[in-house]
């Protein structure tokens, strides 16, 4: 009869046994259950920045839990056109819809779809539009205030508020949030703070 319990098959239920553990005290160092914090709730990657060439907004509103409610079709300067369904979370600082160029779009898209997004007022004739304040930088990215992550470009200009200051981390501890980032469709990064 042969031994069932051979030193071979103890060893591996030994070191199954052990990656288990391993893997149970890492995830309760990391909060234990894997669901996402309210704070990772907040930040939002933005992966689609555009300019917009042309609105349309048959029925479009807002709702008060900051939902689309009716149809909302943005049109790019490329004539693509993106669909922003009703139930889709965002926010619309841009007042003027009707008329083209006025506008500019940030969003996370899922596959060809939005599942949040913004409508942000362009600066004037520039390619530019302004956003909140940053807090950090990190890995190309910059998060904003309000929990937006956009592209940042390599240097960021701070001559409007503060030509003196000898890094981006000494602009922010010296001036907070009081300030606006600056993002340019042409570089599609943030390239400066106005105060």
Known sequence: MRQVL???FVAALVAVCAFAL????????????????ADDADVRRMDFISLVASIDADGFAMTANDTVSGNLT?????????????????VVQ?????????????????????????LMPMRGAEFRFELPAIVELEDGFA??????EVPYAQVIDRTECDPDSA?????????????????????????????
Do not use: K
């Open 94 to 118: 841009c007042e003027n819809l009707t008329e083209p160029y006025q506008c500019a779009v940030l969003g996370q898209s899922l596959g060809d779809t939005i599942v949040w997004f913004a």
């Open 22 to 37: 391993v893997a149970y005290i890492l995830g309760s160092r990391q909060g234990g259950s894997g669901a996402a914090s």
């Open 167 to 195: 890094s981006f981390a000494d602009f922010l501890d010296e001036h907070g949030t009081e300030f606006v980032s600056i993002y340019d469709l042409s570089e599609q990064a943030i390239v400066a703070v106005a105060c």
């Open 74 to 90: 943005l049109t790019m300067p490329n004539g693509q056109n993106v669909t922003v369904f009703p139930g889709t979370p965002g």
């Open 6 to 8: 051979s030193w071979r």
């Open 143 to 148: 998060r904003l205030v309000n929990g937006w």
